[in-house]
């Protein structure tokens, strides 16, 4: 990224506390599910380059974040599997700056590898053969990809059809769980969760098509009623920086295009 649009960035996520010193303590973020697997390495990286800093992660659906959040959860950073809830906690009043795009996601059907579905000749249609008993997505009222997955079915007009056979976890974590213990015998997940064991060994995937359901666009912003608002912008600036970009790539995800310069 050049330098002019990385400041750019940089001043949309600090507007409002520059000079504040950057301490050593703890972060708290909220982070979803979706994004485990590579924001550990985020984590590890970001407390690698400061010493005597802590993240501290909870991981769950982007929803009930929401939630806590508007109740006053004493949450640093929110990193939310789409744009429209950090949207909203800007307007709410709940923000300390601007959200910030970090990561575009990328919605697959997993199935177990000795299963008998043609996904990648059939597609969705696919999920129509009766070896398929359950499909497990997450909760489309509170996780972004439980959201895309019901309106992918939708669009491919199977939702009527498969509607007693999904079954709903409450975040993509206990969706894949689904599929990991047998009870799913295919499931709606983030490409990144299937890329890390058990999932990537046990199962095969297939792509949904990007134009079956809304794009997901993944943001994050700090929080007003956090503890830590220095250390979570400093968080904030290295998740669109070129080092997160990069992790977040092999994880599966798309990276948003960087600001004009």
Not at 1 to 29: D, K, Q
Not at 200 to 224: F, K, N, Y
Request: overall charge positive.
């Amino acid at each position: 990224m050049r330098l002019p649009a990385m400041l750019l960035l940089v001043a949309a996520i600090l507007p409002t506390r520059a000079g504040h010193a950057f301490e050593p303590g703890s972060i708290s973020v909220a982070v979803a599910a979706n994004l485990k697997p590579a924001f550990e390495e985020l984590a590890a990286r970001f407390q690698a380059a400061n010493p005597g800093v802590q993240v501290k992660a909870t991981y769950g659906a982007s929803g009930i974040f929401f939630a806590q959040i508007a109740n006053g959860a004493p949450f640093d950073l929110f990193l939310s599997a789409d744009a429209g809830l950090p949207a909203r906690v800007v307007a709410d009043g709940l923000a300390d700056g601007k959200a910030f795009t970090y990561a575009i996601g990328r919605l697959v059907v997993w199935v177990a590898k000795d299963a008998r579905v043609d996904l990648e000749g059939k597609g969705l249609q696919a999920l129509a053969d009766p070896s398929i008993r359950r499909i497990a997505i997450a909760n489309p009222e509170m996780a972004p990809y439980g959201r895309a997955a019901r309106t992918a079915l939708e669009r491919a007009g199977l939702l009527p059809a498969l509607q007693a056979r999904i079954v709903t976890g409450q975040s993509v974590a206990q969706a894949a769980q689904f599929a990991e213990s047998g009870n799913a015998q295919a499931a709606f997940l983030p490409l990144s969760l299937t890329l890390a064991p058990p999932l990537s060994t046990a199962g095969r995937t297939w792509a949904v098509p990007s134009t079956s359901h809304e794009p997901i666009e993944q943001a994050g912003v700090v929080l007003r009623g956090g503890r830590q608002p220095a250390r979570a912008r400093e968080l904030a600036v290295f998740l669109v920086g070129d080092v997160a970009r990069g992790v977040l790539a092999r994880h599966g995800y798309d990276l948003p295009a960087p600001p004009p310069p």
